[in-house]
């Protein structure tokens, strides 16, 4: 895709929340480039539920044209300055009688350590408090993944738990996998 439309499409984003460094916003078509080279990235692969499988493009495009009407919420996060895409954040698991929802996210590498995620969570944590009235959160993110562990702490998260040794981490063998939650201050 040549700049110019690369351009266009930013501009076309439907945003829903903007913070000072990024916005989070609709998911679109194009997205799937991005997510292809994203989850595929060892990586970024490493800490996610199933490490070391490969996505092809096509499993990527039904995520991105298949999310809606699937019961989980999943937004772009996306650069303020540049329109450029950093990763997504979801609300899965959403549990609407119980007003709850499992929160999780994927940075693409170079946009790690600059605050892109922890603040694109702060506005999902708001959107679904705020907008969608939810009582809580919750998440969880494998020991070694000293990056998630500070997104979430940041953001107020609170360690309820762990499962040792539950998950196997490319390069590291099976680790905890740490349990956290946030609830909505509403609610309290």
Known sequence: M??????????????????????VGLLLEGDVDFSFRTINDPDVNRYLRFPGKIYSRDEEEKFIKGLYGQGEIVLANVENSTGDLVG?????????????????????RRYWKKGYTTEGVSLMIRYAFSTLNFRKLHSSVFQPNEG?????????????????????VPGKGYVDEILYELFNPDYI
């Open 88 to 108: 997504f954040i979801g609300l899965h698991q959403i549990d609407w009688r119980n007003k709850s929802a499992y929160i999780g996210y994927l940075t693409a």
């Open 148 to 168: 998630s562990h500070k997104v979430l702490k940041n953001n107020g998260f609170k360690e309820i738990g762990r499962y040792s040794k539950h998950a196997f």
């Open 2 to 23: 040549a700049d110019s439309e690369d351009r266009a499409q930013r501009q076309d984003r439907p945003i829903i929340l903007k913070g000072e460094k990024v916005s």
